[in-house]
């Protein structure tokens, strides 16, 4: 994988830096969109790193600044993601809007502006954080979540479907639990029986250097039984 390039957002923290680390060390060349890159940590000192704000709009100056710095673009990997604990009846406009935003309309804007780059390449890939809240809902309060991570899940298959002829492949990675901040945040399960963040990033590293002959749609991890999952 020497010398490929990865657009990573939600680089900073959870399952996003994990991934960047396993890129690195697999010899990717990294462009990383955070929103504040002050906080860029000593480890990215080699990589591209650009403001990006999912809710600003700012996916073509991404796009071009990666492509004046390396010239092509394998692979983008969508990280970056909110989840806003309520359920479709209560949640307004405003916190639904901006759920929908960072979950689902700025990877569509991403990958959008990346597309010729990744279509150039003939193996480009696309990787979008979903969430097994993408297969089913399981819970009220997780269900205007869920409505964003479905969302994710079809753009996920859109873009199969529309850059196949090119090369390009999708994969949508839909995690239960995982010890991250995101989770801690909204239940009690133990965080070391929760999947770890780095057993993510091995599965998205995964579906980043198949084939295009073994496309993987998605990919459901989790930590706890479930009926299908
Ligand atoms: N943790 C789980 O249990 C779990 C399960 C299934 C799916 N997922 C999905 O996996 C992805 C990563 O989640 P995580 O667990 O790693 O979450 P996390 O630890 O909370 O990290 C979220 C990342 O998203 C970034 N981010 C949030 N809002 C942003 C915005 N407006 N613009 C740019 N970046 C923004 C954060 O940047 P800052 O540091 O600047 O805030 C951070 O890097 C998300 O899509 C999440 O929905 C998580």
Redesign the pocket.
Same mark, same amino acid.
């Given at each position: 994988m020497t010398g490929r390039v990865a657009l990573i957002?939600?680089?900073?923290?959870?399952?996003?830096?994990s991934v960047a680390r396993l890129l690195r060390l697999d010899g990717w060349q990294l462009s990383l969109?955070?929103?504040?890159p002050a906080?860029a940590g000593a480890e990215t000192s080699e990589d591209h790193v650009i403001s990006?704000?999912?809710?600003s709009g700012s996916e073509n100056e991404w796009v071009r600044a990666a492509m004046d710095r390396f010239g092509r673009i394998d692979a983008v990997v969508?990280?970056?993601?909110?989840?806003t604990p309520r359920n479709i009846i209560e949640i307004d406009d405003e916190a639904l809007n901006e759920m929908l935003? +960072? @979950?689902v309309k700025?990877p569509r804007r991403l990958v959008s502006a990346a597309w010729d780059a990744l279509k150039t390449c003939g193996t480009g890939r696309v990787v979008i954080?979903?969430?097994?809240?993408g297969k089913r809902v399981k819970s009220s309060g997780s269900s205007s979540?869920a409505m964003t991570?479905h969302a994710a899940v079809a753009f996920t298959h859109g873009i199969r479907q529309a850059g196949w002829d090119d090369g390009i492949r999708a994969t949508a990675i839909?995690?239960?639990? +995982? @010890?991250?901040?995101?989770?801690r945040a909204i239940t009690d399960f133990p965080p070391e029986e929760?999947t770890q963040?780095e057993d993510v990033a091995k599965l998205v590293h995964l579906a980043l250097k198949l084939p295009n002959t073994a496309s993987v749609s998605e990919l459901a991890i989790n930590c706890q039984l479930e009926e299908s999952f």
């Open positions: 957002s939600g680089a900073t923290r959870g399952i996003g830096l969109g955070i929103r504040d906080r990006y704000d999912a809710t969508c990280c970056a993601g909110i989840m935003e +960072v @979950n700025s954080l979903a969430s097994l809240s979540y991570k839909c995690p239960g639990y +995982v @010890n991250t901040e995101m989770a929760m963040p």
